[in-house]
């Protein structure tokens, strides 16, 4: 099967079978059609009937994206074409998309655009068509075959099938129709041209002018919305500069015409905005009239000049939430981080949950404890809630281990503490060795604990060979893949999760981290942290690796293009990154001088409890600091021991030192008297070619 031809659909009966009339006489045979039912509450499930095609009907109304994804997965093809249901293609259409992959081998996804004509007779639907389809008018006029453009269009567009599982498919949390189209479109725009071919026009329904109104303020919404996440303009749409700024000026001049009651000079500059307009929009007016008449232009412009006030109303409304919403969750933010600083109690706790494991790496510092986990008596889920309600504020946990997986009640864990020490961050670490189970326990995470930032870090080592070694399991990089691939299908539906490679530098992986960082960022579009061997690691070979070695990775790993791209969110988001730019340095710093360079806060701000129960100032300090067993599960008893306070101490005497990133994080967060400092050098970072190593 070449072809799998995917039809979601909702209350679109007539509309349908002229859809499946038209795919009916292709003179291309070697295709499949699946019907995806969006729970229609019309008579879809009879008209289906008459054919022979795939129906799926789904048990309530899910969405666009939920029933392109739900088509996609049954489909059979190596080809998924997409086609919306009030479409109508030509003959050759299904032809033409074999004929443009076999030309443009280099092509992932080809689209189809909307004839400007219209299939009704009623003025109102063709004044829609005239102004949706005056870009198409105007590349039917040239002698271009193929365009680009940085969205694809729902109504016909086509991808080869790995290359839609790859990136995950449509984002189903969308409420507005078309949204996951372009969201979709973005997502692989990024990695992979986006063509248009002209031999791939199709017949459209368009909507009457009541309806478009009625969609278009929410459509404008969602495109100020993008706007302000992407800083970009579209190249194509309602979203082009050109494009806001006819809207600028439709809404500038019934401003100014507006003020016209109380100054003469404002019915100048309400003039001069729409003189300035109209002639912008001249070859619009002038399409019109070649195709339809003077009666037609004379009602397009208002109408044209109409809905450029509600794209500038909805736009500007959009982004004045946006920026109302980002401040609010600044607030929210710091009010959270203010109550981190004041705590008297960590506010960063690492919990090793369990120390079973399902495998055994050559790098792993806990080995012994997992070889060992059959004869330790974990914490329960009781245990654990008394610990947390002798807790203060928890702005941050690290569940960690052996395999935190393997606990059947971790997301009672997190949810424990999200509740009890208004957590906001929980970062999870996986081998991903269970991809099903590691998902469904994410996914309970996070309807527990809502609006909660959630980061999961699967164990990647290197590419399929390097890793699998390290991991002593052939089936390691396989299952670690599927469950980047079940991780990143929650994240269309949940915001607030977060996907990153976990990489550990060591001597066996120094050598394909590159190429790895390369594969994971850029192809399957996920973070890749860096680790760098710590501890007794059970292969001690491991460890063999040198300053020089690190160094060297670190001046081709970091890019200042990376650094760029951060200063387009939110503002602690912006912080956190900036300070997590200089984790690196401070390894570096640290192996180098053999010392610590930056005040530690281990067993202050930030402690480890072990699943036996039993407390640390940090992973690679073996000093005890008490047993919460024998302390009534209260970590302020366990911190107030003499015996605890003298291990402190001499943490801050910097009697000890060591390259845990997560622990040098948290030292900088907590380093307030730097913060100019690491501001200024991070501004020195924006400005230069190329991120260079520096000392503190």
């Given at each position: 099967m070449e072809i799998s031809v995917i039809i979601p659909t909702y209350n679109r009966k007539d509309l349908l079978e002229r859809c499946l009339r038209s795919i009916g006489k292709s003179c291309f045979e070697d295709y499949e059609v699946i019907i995806v039912d969006d729970c229609s509450k019309d008579e879809t499930s009879e008209l289906v009937k008459k054919y022979t095609y795939k129906y799926i009907r789904l048990e309530k109304n899910m969405g666009a994206g939920h029933a392109r994804n739900r088509g996609a997965k049954e489909a059979k093809g190596n080809i998924l074409v997409f086609i919306d249901s009030d479409v109508i293609i030509k003959k050759d259409t299904l032809l033409n998309i074999t004929q443009n992959f076999r030309e443009y081998p280099e092509a992932n996804i080809v689209c189809g655009y909307k004839l400007p004509e219209d299939l009704h007779d009623g003025f109102s639907n063709s004044l829609v068509m005239l102004r949706k389809t005056y870009d198409a008018f105007r590349w039917q006029k040239t002698k271009k075959e193929v365009a680009t453009n940085s969205f694809i269009e729902s109504a016909l567009?086509?991808?080869?099938?790995?290359?839609?599982?790859?990136?995950?498919?449509?984002?189903?949390?969308?409420?507005?129709?078309?949204?996951?189209?372009?969201?979709?479109?973005?997502?692989i725009g990024s990695k992979s041209k986006i063509l248009f071919f002209k031999n791939l026009g199709v017949y459209h329904h368009f909507e009457s002018v009541p309806s478009y109104f009625k969609k278009l303020p929410r459509r404008s919404y969602y495109w100020g919305t993008l706007f302000y996440q992407r800083k970009k303009f579209e190249e194509r749409g309602i979203a082009t500069r050109s494009e806001a700024i006819n809207s600028l000026l439709a809404l500038g001049s019934l401003s100014a015409g507006i003020g016209l009651l109380g100054s003469g000079f404002l019915g100048y500059v309400a003039l001069v905005m729409l003189m300035i307009l109209f002639v912008r929009r001249a070859g619009f007016y002038?399409?019109?009239?070649?195709?339809?008449?003077f009666f037609y232009t004379l009602v397009s412009i208002p109408f044209d000049y109409a809905c450029y006030l509600v794209n500038a109303l909805s736009g500007m409304t959009a982004l004045s939430n946006m920026t109302m919403q980002s401040v609010k969750n600044a607030v929210v933010e710091?009010?959270?981080?203010?109550?981190?600083?004041?705590?008297?109690?960590?506010?960063?706790?690492?919990?090793?949950?369990?120390?079973?494991?399902?495998?055994?790496?050559?790098?792993?510092?806990?080995?012994?404890?997992?070889?060992?986990?059959?004869?330790?008596?974990?914490?329960t889920l009781d245990e654990i809630k008394k610990v947390s309600k002798n807790l203060d504020t928890l702005y941050y946990l690290t569940i960690t281990g052996g395999e935190p997986s393997l606990r059947?009640?971790?997301?009672?864990?997190?949810?424990?503490?999200?509740?009890?020490?208004n957590?906001?961050?929980?970062?999870?670490?996986?081998?991903?060795?269970?991809?099903?189970?590691?998902?469904?326990?994410?996914?309970?995470?996070?309807?527990?604990c809502k609006d909660v930032k959630m980061n999961v870090g699967v164990g990647i080592d290197g590419l399929e060979k390097v890793h699998n070694f390290l991991r002593g399991n052939k089936k390691s990089f396989k299952n670690a893949l599927k469950t980047i691939e079940l991780l990143k299908s929650l994240q269309r539906r949940y915001k607030n999760l977060d996907i990153q490679c976990c990489p550990t530098f060591s001597f066996y992986s120094k050598k394909g981290l590159l190429r790895a960082a390369d594969y994971f960022q850029n192809r399957i579009g996920i973070g890749f942290g860096q680790t760098f061997i710590r501890g007794n690691p059970y292969d001690p070979l491991a460890k063999n690796v040198s300053l020089k070695d690190l160094e060297a990775y670190y001046k081709k790993r970091i890019r200042v293009k990376d650094t760029r791209k951060m200063f387009k969110t939110s503002c602690f988001t912006i912080v956190r990154q900036i300070i997590g730019h200089f984790v690196p340095l401070v390894v570096a710093g640290t192996l180098s001088e053999k010392k610590q360079i930056i005040p530690c806060k281990a067993g202050m701000?930030?402690?480890?409890?072990?699943?036996?129960?039993?407390?640390?100032?940090?992973?690679?300090?073996?000093?005890?600091?008490?047993?919460?067993?024998?302390?009534?599960?209260?970590?302020?008893?366990?911190?107030?021991?003499?015996?605890?306070?003298?291990?402190?101490?001499?943490?801050?005497?910097?009697?000890?030192?060591?390259?845990?990133?997560?622990?040098?994080?948290?030292?900088?967060?907590?380093?307030?008297?730097?913060?100019?400092?690491?501001?200024?050098?991070?501004?020195k970072v924006m400005r230069s070619s190329r991120w260079e190593q520096r000392t503190l």
């Open positions: 567009f086509a991808i080869k099938k790995p290359v839609f599982e790859e990136f995950g498919g449509f984002t189903e949390h969308f409420s507005l129709s078309g949204g996951e189209d372009h969201e979709f479109g973005h997502r002038l399409s019109v009239h070649k195709r339809r008449g710091g009010y959270y981080l203010i109550n981190a600083f004041a705590s008297r109690t960590p506010p960063n706790i690492g919990l090793f949950v369990t120390s079973k494991c399902n495998l055994l790496c050559k790098h792993c510092f806990y080995w012994k404890q997992i070889t060992a986990a059959k004869k330790k008596k974990e914490l059947e009640d971790l997301p009672e864990i997190c949810e424990t503490f999200y509740k009890n020490n957590l906001r961050m929980i970062s999870l670490h996986t081998n991903g060795m269970l991809p099903a189970r590691v998902r469904d326990q994410t996914e309970r995470i996070l309807q527990m701000k930030t402690i480890v409890i072990i699943e036996t129960g039993e407390v640390f100032p940090c992973e690679m300090l073996n000093k005890k600091l008490g047993d919460l067993r024998k302390e009534d599960y209260d970590i302020k008893k366990v911190l107030s021991k003499d015996a605890s306070q003298m291990i402190i101490q001499g943490i801050k005497d910097k009697r000890c030192y060591c390259t845990h990133e997560g622990n040098i994080y948290v030292n900088l967060v907590f380093d307030y008297r730097n913060y100019l400092k690491y501001l200024y050098q991070a501004l």
